[in-house]
């Protein structure tokens, strides 16, 4: 706390994203990363841009980024929206689109930085808690509401709600906004990028992080009637005018031409998924049906924070998070063949040993 702070700060509880530690030889399954590295295309249209041109500005609106991702998803350029990582987009829609009298609802068990966008804007919310298998039922967001936000696979849960379910809801409130929070879309579920032309008050945030492996070049975008992207466009501008540098919208635009590198990676994330579901059902975990690059799993015999340490003491480490609902569960991202090997031969060796 400082006197020069303004009265906001000292209340404002800000998210504290997995940790990047720098070890040597660690097995990081903590932030679900992709383990393979972007696609040749991307690294060689940034080397590209890294030329004298970078003088000059940005692109403000990013319009050939736009396009690109207009023309992949059928839509226009007035329905795209790009920012630096989804997560900045998710901070301007929060502000742009889900403040209003009545509360924003979201899962109680779900994206933990819902929260803290709320408090930063002063946004009244309620959460809907998820059944007793930890899905999102539908039915139970038809309460009165001044918008809806959801990440569709859920995080941390893995768990995709059907395109049928995100229908109802955005038909169950007309006149307000749904946000579907598509990180993980890619490794299974499905997108409702292909609603957004027949419902004006759907907004679709998709990340280049997770599937496209490019987490590291911060690019996020959103799909949504021009209204929608136009309250977003207005924040952004009254924020920071040029979020994309000309790095990220040369290497992001390059990943939506790569198409088949695309398609290896993440089949390739999926298959290791449902090899380590296995591995993991076999050594006693009960794990949750994942449509993402990760698995959240518990273990009844054994203590999760307690798993989480041992393996972490082998150089591995995994997200535990300490909710009181989801507190003896492991958030587990997929690695490589060799990394979910490893993990699994690792926890052959704590379990045995490990309490009760
Ligand atoms: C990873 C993640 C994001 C943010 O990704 P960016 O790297 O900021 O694009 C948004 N929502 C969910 C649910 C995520 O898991």
Same mark, same amino acid.
């Given at each position: 706390?400082?006197?020069?702070?303004?009265n906001?700060?000292?209340?404002?509880?800000?998210?504290?994203?997995?940790?990047?530690?720098?070890?040597?030889?660690?097995?990081?399954?903590n932030?679900?990363?992709?383990?393979?590295?972007p +696609? @040749?295309?991307?690294?060689?249209?940034?080397?590209?841009a =890294?030329?004298?041109?970078?003088?000059?500005?940005?692109?403000?609106?990013?319009?050939?980024?736009?396009?690109?991702?207009?023309?992949?998803?059928?839509?226009?350029?007035?329905?795209?929206?790009v920012?630096?990582? +989804?997560?900045?987009?998710? &901070?301007?829609?929060?502000?742009?689109?889900?403040?209003?009298?009545?509360?924003?609802?979201?899962?109680?068990?779900?994206?933990?930085?819902y929260?803290?966008?709320?408090?930063?804007?002063?946004?009244d919310?309620?959460?809907?808690?998820?059944d007793?298998?930890?899905?999102?039922?539908?039915?139970?967001?038809?309460?009165?509401?001044?918008?809806i936000?959801?990440?569709? @696979?859920?995080? @941390?849960t893995?768990?995709?709600?059907?395109?049928d379910?995100?229908?109802a809801?955005?038909?169950?409130?007309?006149?307000?906004?749904?946000?579907?929070d598509?990180?993980?879309?890619?490794?299974?579920?499905?997108?409702a990028?292909?609603?957004?032309?027949?419902?004006?008050?759907?907004?679709?945030?998709?990340?280049?992080?997770?599937?496209?492996?490019?987490?590291g070049?911060?690019?996020?975008?959103?799909?949504?009637?021009?209204?929608?992207i136009?309250?977003?466009?207005?924040?952004?501008? +009254?924020?920071n005018?040029?979020?994309?540098?000309?790095?990220?919208?040369?290497?992001?635009?390059?990943?939506?031409?790569?198409?088949?590198?695309?398609?290896?990676?993440?089949a390739?994330?999926?298959?290791?998924?449902?090899?380590?579901?296995?591995?993991?059902?076999?050594?006693?975990?009960?794990?949750?049906?994942?449509?993402?690059?990760f698995v959240? =799993?518990?273990?009844d015999?054994?203590?999760?924070?307690?798993?989480?340490?041992?393996?972490? &003491?082998?150089?591995?480490?995994?997200?535990?998070?300490? &909710?009181?609902?989801?507190?003896?569960?492991?958030?587990?991202?997929?690695?490589?063949?060799?990394?979910?090997?490893?993990?699994?031969? =690792?926890?052959?060796?704590?379990?045995?040993? &490990?309490?009760?």
């Amino acid at each position: 706390m400082s006197r020069f702070w303004s009265n906001i700060v000292s209340e404002l509880t800000p998210y504290v994203p997995g940790e990047q530690p720098k070890l040597p030889g660690l097995i990081k399954l903590n932030t679900n990363e992709n383990p393979y590295g972007p +696609s @040749p295309q991307v690294l060689a249209a940034i080397s590209a841009a =890294a030329n004298e041109q970078l003088r000059l500005y940005p692109d403000p609106s990013g319009s050939a980024l736009k396009q690109t991702l207009a023309d992949y998803h059928g839509l226009s350029t007035a329905q795209v929206f790009v920012g630096n990582g +989804s997560d900045e987009v998710l &901070a301007l829609a929060f502000m742009a689109l889900l403040k209003h009298e009545a509360p924003l609802l979201f899962p109680d068990i779900s994206y933990s930085f819902y929260p803290v966008y709320c408090k930063l804007y002063g946004i009244d919310y309620r959460t809907v808690p998820l059944d007793e298998t930890m899905h999102i039922r539908p039915q139970d967001y038809s309460g009165a509401c001044g918008a809806i936000i959801f990440p569709n @696979p859920n995080a @941390p849960t893995g768990i995709g709600l059907l395109l049928d379910g995100v229908e109802a809801m955005l038909r169950a409130h007309p006149d307000a906004v749904v946000v579907v929070d598509e990180a993980y879309v890619d490794f299974g579920a499905e997108s409702a990028a292909s609603l957004v032309e027949r419902y004006p008050n759907l907004l679709v945030v998709q990340t280049l992080s997770k599937s496209r492996s490019l987490a590291g070049l911060r690019v996020g975008f959103a799909l949504g009637h021009p209204d929608l992207i136009e309250a977003l466009e207005r924040v952004k501008n +009254s924020f920071n005018s040029y979020p994309l540098d000309r790095l990220a919208l040369a290497g992001a635009a390059a990943s939506f031409e790569d198409e088949a590198y695309f398609q290896q990676t993440r089949a390739a994330v999926i298959a290791s998924r449902e090899q380590l579901t296995q591995e993991l059902e076999g050594l006693g975990f009960e794990v949750l049906p994942s449509q993402a690059n990760f698995v959240f =799993a518990r273990h009844d015999a054994h203590d999760a924070a307690q798993l989480a340490a041992a393996l972490r &003491a082998r150089s591995i480490i995994v997200r535990h998070f300490t &909710a009181p609902r989801i507190s003896q569960y492991l958030r587990i991202s997929i690695g490589t063949g060799q990394e979910c090997a490893a993990l699994v031969q =690792a926890l052959r060796a704590i379990l045995p040993q &490990a309490d009760n």
